[in-house]
């Protein structure tokens, strides 16, 4: 808009000129004082107009609203930011909610940690994916950014606290059924009949024969300990889909109930014998 403005101050200006000169030329052309005025009058002529229409950038400040609708756009913007946020809040508490019925929904589990991820609730984000990925659901690229976000880690503490500890064999009829891209699964619950585990791990099969050791690092649920339980059952199981509700050939074993103070070593030996499916080696002093 600029040369608009420079444009009709020029053909002001050229008006002005005009209109002094002509009289000018029907006056006495020896007469110097009015040439003098003339020279003092111009400038004044242009001041004067360019009083009356302003600066040239105020004249772009709002002639098609652009900049109003720039401040409106950033208003509209945060109003949208918050809405957005607002939106992801009810859609997580819907997801909770669903979640205390249905715990077992790995696929949940990763979208209520996507949720608390996307309101930058990092630690909750973990301990939903967590939750996930002992289901058998997981997201390389989602546990990057997880893993990004999180701060960084210091020197891992020592099992110091409670723990189960064991390790997770494989009897000779079961060697032959297992593959190297099967899962296994450790978990520790209240009792075999509870859906939801206390802990849980999950380690490939080429690991055989797998040592466990299940601490507070290792729980479910942020805030949990395992100092809070009298006694847990902890069960090893294979699965070829990765999903933790499913048992390959039955190869699932559970221990009997166990002290997470009581330094137990838990001995799994997973074997096609459902007889054979409880054991536990004595105490286990380091």
Not at 173 to 202: C, W, Y
Not at 215 to 237: C, P, Y
Request: no cysteine.
């Amino acid at each position: 808009m600029s040369f608009i403005f420079w444009g009709l101050t020029l053909a002001m200006l050229v008006a002005a000129i005009g209109a002094i000169i002509v009289p000018l030329r029907r006056a006495s052309a020896g007469d110097g004082m009015l040439s003098i005025a003339v020279l003092i009058l111009i400038p004044a002529v242009a001041a004067g107009f360019y009083a009356g229409l302003g600066s040239p950038n105020a004249a772009s400040l709002y002639p098609d609203g652009s900049s109003q609708r720039q401040a409106t756009t950033g208003q509209g913007t945060a109003s949208n930011s918050t809405k957005s946020v607002g939106s992801v809040g009810s859609m997580l508490d819907g997801l909770k909610s669903r979640l205390e019925k249905e715990p077992d929904d790995a696929g949940g589990w990763l979208l209520l940690a996507q949720s608390y991820r996307h309101l930058g609730q990092t630690e909750e984000a973990e301990a939903a994916y967590q939750r996930a990925r002992a289901l058998g659901k997981t997201d390389e690229k989602f546990e990057q950014t997880l893993a990004n976000a999180m701060p960084a880690a210091t020197t891992a503490p020592a099992d110091t606290g409670p723990v189960l500890r064991g390790e997770v064999t494989l009897s000779a009829d079961a060697q032959s059924l297992v593959e190297p891209g099967d899962t296994v699964f450790i978990f520790a619950k209240e009792s075999a009949n509870h859906r939801m585990p206390v802990v849980a791990v999950r380690k490939p099969a080429t690991e055989f024969p797998i040592q466990f050791a299940l601490t507070d690092r290792d729980v479910m649920v942020a805030g949990t300990s395992l100092a809070q339980f009298d006694q847990l059952v902890v069960n090893a199981k294979i699965s070829r889909s990765g999903l933790a509700t499913d048992v390959l050939a039955n190869l699932e074993v559970w221990s009997e109930p166990v002290s997470p103070l009581s330094n137990q070593l838990i001995d799994l030996r997973l074997t096609t014998h459902s007889e054979n499916n409880k054991k536990i080696v004595g105490d286990h002093n380091e």
